[in-house]
């Protein structure tokens, strides 16, 4: 026999002002209070239910037929409707199918190498500027932005739209960040700010205008001799086999600007920010990129000799998940776990509680990168920056290869000082973004830490 989710005891109106006033907060309340979750009902629309257990959570994902993705409606739809990350069923079977190629083995030595040349680059640039404060997020976004655009859609789109693009996406972090609108009942009408809209245009604009020259160069005769995710869509349009509906490839293009950079430049934020405030981890990452990298751009070769980094990144994924929730719901009344969820309930799996939670994580708010040396995240239910189940992150080897060069590569030649107080403001949009940036000191490694190669362009 199935039994209810317990649902806290104060009032539905209170927990929905709770939820929709203090997102976070309430999350880590219900995280202390509920062994496996709760339900709790919200006037107006069906419960919400939260999973603080990671077995039901991965219960839950890998049963995408009844606990199924949120469509994007509304401002979402205004960017992309129906690409990777919102498709469901039949047509996301489809799009993963033909775009599988595009994340194996070759392409993520490509992506790898794309992203060693363009952080060499940036290093470069840093080194010729001398001591100076730079926004990390900003930075972060302009080089996994410039990689995703030229690995995945075939073309750079250079500094100045990166940094276009990074204001964009500060414009739809605000319409998205969870606030009293996303607990109003349904029928309250919910109105797009400018900004938002200039930003949903010009995304989409982008998207169109690489499809375009893609086409074009397609057409001429110039295939890539590495085809990229977007070649691979286009060309499997006059497939009888493959049916596209209306902008399906530029919700796709879109789609993955986004997917393709948002998470892994926040990750390498949050990384680095941590590697400022303990000191001896960066010697470690410092001590291993001087003895592993060598003159030119980093490789993906070098990555099995950056087991110290890799810990780094795992730990700092943990702590702050840029996806810091899972979001679905459950269509048709369900049993999860031995209990039952009622139809049209929103289900919101918290990476960020559940990846701090001292029944899954010792010492869990302490940042302990050799702590991935006594466990592996294979080993760990409640580790899964990733998600899990059919819809898991498809750029997962991408990002962890890349951002592992970045790490090592800019940790080598610089100290990145970050504020203590850096990451106090984080907004809980999709992802976990910080509120204003997160500016930073860079100036070079003190030379005394110098054993390995020199850094050099
Ligand atoms: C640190 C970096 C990243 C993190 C933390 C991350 C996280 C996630 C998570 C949690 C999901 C699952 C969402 C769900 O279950 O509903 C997901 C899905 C996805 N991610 Fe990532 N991601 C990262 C990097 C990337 C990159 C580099 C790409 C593209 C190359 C990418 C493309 C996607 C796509 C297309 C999906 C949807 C997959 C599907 O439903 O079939 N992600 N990601």
Redesign the pocket.
């Known amino acids: 026999m199935s039994r209810s989710l317990p649902a806290p005891p104060e009032s539905g109106v209170l927990n929905a002002l709770r939820f929709g006033t203090g997102t976070a907060r309430f999350l880590e309340g219900v995280q202390a209070r509920f062994e496996d979750g709760t339900a709790i009902p919200i006037p107006g629309r069906a419960p919400l239910v939260v999973l603080t257990n990671p077995e039901l959570v991965g219960e839950a ?1 890998d049963r995408p037929d009844t606990f199924r ?1 949120v469509p994007a409606q509304g401002a979402a739809a205004m960017i992309a409707q129906n ?5 469901e069923g039949d047509l ?1 079977s489809q ?2 199918s033909v ?1 599988a190629p595009a ?1 194996g083995g070759r392409q993520v030595t490509a ?1 790898a190498n794309a992203t060693g040349r363009r952080v060499h680059d940036r290093a470069a640039e840093w080194a010729d500027a001398g001591d100076h404060e730079t926004d990390l997020h900003r930075e972060m976004t302009s080089i ?1 932005l410039r990689v ?1 655009s030229e ?2 859609l075939g073309e750079d789109i250079g500094a100045e739209r990166a940094d276009r693009f990074h204001g964009w996406m500060r414009a739809a972090g605000e319409e998205f960040e969870f606030g009293l609108e996303t607990v109003l009942p349904d029928w309250v009408p919910n109105a797009v700010s400018p900004e938002f809209e200039a930003a949903a245009a010009g995304i989409r604009g982008l998207s169109e205008d690489l499809i375009e020259k893609r086409r074009a160069a397609l057409a001429a005769g110039e295939a890539p001799d590495r085809p990229d ?1 977007l070649t691979m869509l286009l060309r499997r349009e006059d497939d009888p086999e493959v049916e596209y509906p209306e902008n399906q490839i530029r919700d796709e293009v879109a ?2 600007l986004i ?6 430049a ?3 934020t949050y990384a680095l920010s941590l590697l400022s405030w303990h000191p001896e981890a960066r010697r470690r990452v410092r001590a291993e990129a001087r003895a592993t990298l060598g003159e030119g751009p980093p490789t993906r070769d070098d990555l099995a000799s950056l087991e110290y980094t890799k810990r780094v990144y795992r730990e700092a ?1 943990r702590l702050y ?3 810091w929730a ?3 719901r459950a269509d048709g009344d369900a049993e999860l776990g031995g209990y039952r969820i009622a139809d049209g309930s929103a289900v919101i799996m918290p ?1 960020w509680t559940i990846h701090r939670d001292g029944r899954y994580f010792e010492d869990p708010e302490t940042f302990d990168p050799d702590r991935w040396t006594r466990t592996t995240p294979n080993e760990t239910a409640a580790y ?13 080897g ?3 290869a ?2 592992t060069l970045v790490l090592a590569r800019l940790t080598r030649e610089f100290d990145i000082d970050v504020p203590e107080d850096a990451l106090d403001d984080l907004r809980l949009t999709p ?1 976990l973004r910080p509120a204003d940036g997160v500016s930073a000191t860079v100036a070079p490694a003190a030379t005394a830490d110098r054993t390995g190669p020199r850094a050099s362009r």
């Open positions: 994902l993705r690409g990777l990350v919102q498709s996301w799009q993963r775009m994340f992506y996994t995703a690995t995945i995710m789609t993955f997917a393709g950079h948002e998470t892994t926040l990750s390498l994924l998940s840029p996806a899972v979001f679905r990476l899964r920056p990733f998600s899990s189940g059919p819809h898991a992150c498809v750029g997962q991408f990002a962890l890349g951002a992802t």
